[in-house]
């Protein structure tokens, strides 16, 4: 393999030309990366991707289904397979979305699921997002810059394109046309939270390759109980689908938040009317709950039938009493996760607390059991990173993985893989690599 070194540095200094600002969070605050580019390509053979592939497929059609029975029928609850305290005094469900149905019953259009593989080569889901499942377009201008610069260090027998981000989405939308002929008219937005550096260039490098419009709240006005976006040339479009970068909560101030700024007035009116698409459907949010996660191979087992194929990361509900007497006599082993709390919140690490602190974190669970979970701390897989000295050191790597839900369910061909190298002075560089299939 050909070095990349090069091409890694015109990668970074072409993000910070753009205001391409990649950030990670760490101890509760969103951080943003310098150079966070590694050229070093993280590789996984075909058949591994293809094992997650099915994995991925099967989990996000359970979730799915998960959200369609729980704003419609609730039959999980009824069987007792979810409890029903859950759901409703889950932050994140939606009372106001009950008997909406969402174009073609899809829920999960776009999905980002975090994967972590352990030492002994063993894949597990960590958390899934839906309301803003961002991070995609990273690896995909990362690997087309670095292919312009450097093509034959692409040049390797097997190595699968990842360009195919753009019609994956594409294909998304056009199957919302031919199902809904009436919005064939409009135009695609792509709504994104006002003053936000990570989304702004996100939705335009997207918008880049689809044709849709960048736009925030103050760009659409509904009209007739329709939508419509200001057009920077002046005059008005009619909106067909919104691909949106918010949470549930800030999607309209009439209907959920009255304190959002970023939210379209009337939206939920228009998009229940069935005069907009919404991407992903309102109410997603539900199926990023931190504490219905260890429910999802259950709903696998319910919905389809079938035996999960990816697992979760071994995890404690301290709703239940044996296991919140586990969790309590084995904090210095766990990683605790607040579920009410902002996903952004780093997991709490219960080898670093002192003893103090492992106090007060068992008041506050055994207060409100609900509000955390708990999962065991893997030995994950560490994967070579550059340092500035042109040597290599390794860094403990995630990877997530991105799945499109239309007429069928499919993974992209790509993923973006977070790394962190940690310095013995404590600091630690934070990044992200472009992800290698391989075929067979």
């Known amino acids: 393999m050909r070095d990349l070194s090069t091409a890694g540095r015109r990668v970074n200094a072409w993000m910070q030309e753009q205001g391409a600002r990649f950030f990670v969070t760490r101890k509760g605050d969103r951080q943003f990366a310098d150079a966070p580019f590694d050229p070093t390509p993280r590789i996984l053979p075909g058949a591994e991707f293809t094992m997650l592939e099915q994995g991925l497929i099967q989990r996000i059609n359970a979730l799915?289904?998960?959200?369609?029975?729980?704003?419609?029928?609730?039959?999980?609850?009824?069987?007792?397979?979810?409890?029903?305290?859950?759901?409703?005094?889950?932050?994140?469900?939606?009372?106001?979305?009950?008997?909406?149905?969402?174009?073609?019953?899809?829920?999960?259009?776009?999905?980002?699921?975090?994967?972590?593989?352990?030492?002994?080569?063993?894949?597990?889901?960590?958390?899934?997002?839906?309301?803003?499942?961002?991070?995609?377009?990273?690896?995909?201008?990362?690997?087309?810059?670095?292919?312009?610069l450097e093509p034959e260090a692409y040049e390797v027998p097997g190595?699968?394109?990842?360009?195919?981000?753009?019609?994956?989405?594409?294909?998304?939308?056009?199957?919302?046309?031919?199902?809904?002929?009436?919005?064939?008219?409009?135009?695609?937005?792509?709504?994104?939270?006002?003053?936000?550096?990570?989304?702004?260039?996100?939705?335009?490098?997207?918008?880049?390759?689809?044709?849709a419009h960048v736009a925030s709240a103050e760009d659409l006005i509904v009209m007739d109980n329709k939508i419509y976006f200001r057009s920077p040339g002046g005059g008005f479009q009619r909106v067909s689908i919104i691909h949106r970068m918010l949470m549930d909560q800030m999607l309209d101030p009439l209907c959920f938040d009255e304190k959002s700024t970023s939210g379209v007035p009337h939206l939920m009116e228009v998009y229940a009317a069935g005069n907009v698409a919404i991407l992903n459907a309102p109410g997603c949010g539900l199926a990023e709950d931190r504490g219905l996660y260890a429910f999802i191979p259950a709903m696998i087992r319910y919905y389809l039938d079938e035996e999960p194929l990816l697992p979760n990361v071994p995890t404690y509900?301290?709703?239940?009493?044996?296991?919140?007497?586990?969790?309590?006599?084995?904090?210095?082993?766990?990683?605790?996760?607040?579920?009410?709390?902002d996903r952004r919140t780093?997991?709490?690490?219960?080898?670093?607390?002192?003893?103090?602190?492992?106090r007060q974190l068992a008041a506050a669970i055994e207060a409100d059991p609900r509000r955390f979970?708990?999962?065991?701390?893997?030995?994950?897989?560490?994967?070579?990173?550059?340092?500035?000295?042109?040597?290599?050191?390794?860094?403990?790597?995630?990877f997530r993985a991105y799945t499109v839900h239309s007429d069928s369910i499919r993974v992209w061909m790509g993923g973006l893989s977070r790394f962190t190298v940690h310095h013995p002075d404590g600091s630690a560089t934070v990044g992200f690599k472009d992800t290698w299939v391989m075929a067979e």
């Open 317 to 341: 509900l301290p709703w239940y009493p044996d296991q919140r007497d586990y969790i309590l006599s084995h904090m210095d082993r766990l990683f605790f996760k607040d579920v009410a709390g």
């Open 346 to 358: 780093a997991a709490i690490r219960g080898t670093i607390l002192s003893p103090n602190q492992r």
């Open 373 to 398: 979970m708990a999962q065991e701390i893997l030995d994950v897989e560490k994967v070579p990173v550059y340092t500035s000295g042109g040597e290599t050191v390794p860094a403990r790597c995630d």
């Open 64 to 148: 799915n289904q998960f959200l369609c029975d729980i704003y419609k029928n609730r039959m999980i609850i009824r069987d007792g397979i979810v409890p029903e305290e859950f759901v409703f005094s889950s932050p994140d469900f939606a009372p106001e979305v009950m008997n909406l149905t969402p174009v073609k019953q899809i829920y999960t259009h776009i999905s980002a699921t975090d994967l972590i593989r352990t030492t002994d080569g063993k894949w597990y889901a960590m958390e899934d997002s839906f309301s803003v499942p961002d991070g995609m377009t990273y690896p995909h201008f990362a690997r087309k810059l670095c292919r312009e």
């Open 159 to 211: 190595l699968c394109d990842n360009c195919g981000l753009d019609i994956l989405l594409r294909q998304l939308y056009e199957d919302i046309y031919e199902d809904n002929p009436a919005l064939a008219d409009g135009v695609i937005v792509l709504l994104r939270e006002r003053e936000d550096a990570l989304t702004t260039f996100e939705l335009k490098y997207m918008a880049s390759l689809t044709g």
